[in-house]
């Protein structure tokens, strides 16, 4: 009887080892970008406790409600698998009082998150972001020099046909006026609202805004016409309006949507979204904003800070649309040398041979099939090595190799010990 072939879960990915190599090149291109604005690498865990996410991105938002994996461990214990890295974050940076370290933390990471949205192109179960956390400060130009840093990220990636769109969501004061506001206007169209809607008019009626439900869209529609949705103090004001002059000073092109508000909680004054016209309007490339509240909210100190996250897969698809040989260069990294065995022995001296040349520096390969000479060069040629080093009883014999060079098709013989210092130079390693 046949079994059921196991399959990849709906939502999640295999990354194979043809595309691997193109996530390791833009990989490099943006922590390269990172290191010039002095982000250090922060790693934390998968799993956290599920009261971090519900205390932060907050308990009536769709990611905690609806999309966020949540199990019972072996104790018992509630656990999230992270639907997002800020939190953990900013937990980390509390637990480990980074604050003490006397500066500002520009911390950044890359890895994988989890949400069970509804996949499509673009949406995944398993995803992955790379984002910056700056914690420390209120200063606007940080703003400005963060969103300057996403837009570099993404130029860094060869992108150029991105967008930035910016809003400010103001200060927890400015929200508390602004939530009593949206509700008196939405009051009126509670009865059509959806259940969730109706409950989060009492509970967090930000949220509504970002109701998927066409008839809520409808509504929302309608309100955002009426009138502007959100106002501000005067200081956030001065806040918004000094980001927006620096980073017109840094020529960072950006537009403002004053109907922007993020599906997270934690944030307060700049929002901002980039898209991109491979993903379409409605799927942002990347998103962040300032959350002023969130370290003292978890604990910490009383502390501004900053930052955002771009979904690694929405990147790679803009990639593939407006530079795809940046992907593909990168597949095509050659080898230096596959080693042709043509007897048994031979088999026991190449594999000592690739160790040595390897530990010169070398990319080397060779045959584990006990293929025939033909099919050993043409595995040779599929895998784009340089060259192939022909090891037979001659060979052996003789304390040489026959060296092919596979573009130009010409051989010769080389002593072994000259080998290695041979192919540095030809391979420039
Ligand atoms: P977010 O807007 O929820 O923000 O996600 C940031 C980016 O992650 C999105 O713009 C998108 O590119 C990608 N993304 C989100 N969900 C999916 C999915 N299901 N499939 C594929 N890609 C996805 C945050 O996560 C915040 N932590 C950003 C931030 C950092 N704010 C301040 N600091």
């Known amino acids: 009887m046949g079994q059921t072939l196991l399959q990849a879960l709906r939502g999640t990915q295999d990354l194979l080892p043809g595309a691997s190599a193109g996530w390791h090149a833009l990989e490099e291109r943006l922590r390269a970008c990172l290191r010039a604005y002095h982000y250090r690498e922060i790693r934390t865990p998968l799993l956290e406790d599920v009261a971090l996410f519900q205390r932060s991105v907050g308990e009536t938002t769709d990611i905690v409600q609806k999309e966020m994996y949540v199990f019972a461990d072996r104790g018992g214990r509630q656990i999230a698998l992270r639907p997002e890295a800020t939190a953990s974050i900013v937990r980390a940076y509390i637990e480990h009082s980074l604050d003490k370290q006397g500066t500002l933390a520009k911390l950044y990471y890359l890895g994988p998150m989890f949400r069970g949205e509804r996949p499509q192109a673009g949406r995944l179960r398993q995803f992955h972001q790379i984002g910056v956390e700056a914690i420390g400060s209120t200063d606007p130009l940080l703003d400005a020099e963060v969103i300057a840093l996403a837009h570099a990220l993404l130029a860094a990636a060869g992108l150029r046909r991105m967008q930035i769109a910016l809003n400010t969501v103001g200060c927890p004061e400015d929200k508390q006026r602004n939530a009593a506001r949206l509700k008196q206007s939405l009051a009126t169209h509670e009865h059509a609202l959806c259940e969730d809607c109706r409950s989060r008019l009492t509970r967090n009626v ?10 809520c869209r409808n509504i929302v529609r309608q309100v955002v016409g009426q009138g502007p949705l959100l106002e501000c103090c005067a200081a956030c004001r001065t806040h918004f309006q000094m980001v927006k002059d620096a980073l017109r000073a840094l020529g960072v092109t950006h537009t403002e949507d004053p109907a922007m508000v993020r599906g997270l909680d934690y944030y307060t004054r700049t929002v901002f979204e980039v898209t991109h016209p491979a993903l379409g309007a409605k799927d942002a490339v990347g998103a962040g904003g300032r959350y002023d509240r969130l370290v003292a909210d978890l604990g910490g100190p009383e502390t501004g800070a900053i930052g955002f996250a771009l979904g690694w897969e929405r990147l790679i698809m803009a990639v593939e649309e407006e530079q795809p040989e940046i992907c593909h260069t990168a597949a095509a990294t050659q080898g230096d040398i596959f080693i042709v065995t043509l007897t048994p022995e031979a088999r026991a001296h190449g594999l000592a041979l690739a160790q040595q040349l390897r530990r010169e520096g070398l990319i080397v390969d060779m045959d584990f099939e006990e293929r025939s000479l033909k099919a050993q060069l043409r595995q040779a040629n599929r895998g784009s090595f340089a060259y192939a080093a022909l090891l037979g009883a001659s060979e052996l014999r003789d304390g040489v190799v026959t060296l092919k060079d ?18 540095r130079q030809r391979c420039q390693r």
Do not use: H, M, N
């Open 406 to 423: 596979l573009k130009a098709g010409t051989q010769e013989q080389i002593p072994t010990e000259r080998l290695a210092d041979e192919l």
């Open 206 to 215: 930000f949220r509504v805004l970002d109701c998927k439900q066409s008839g």
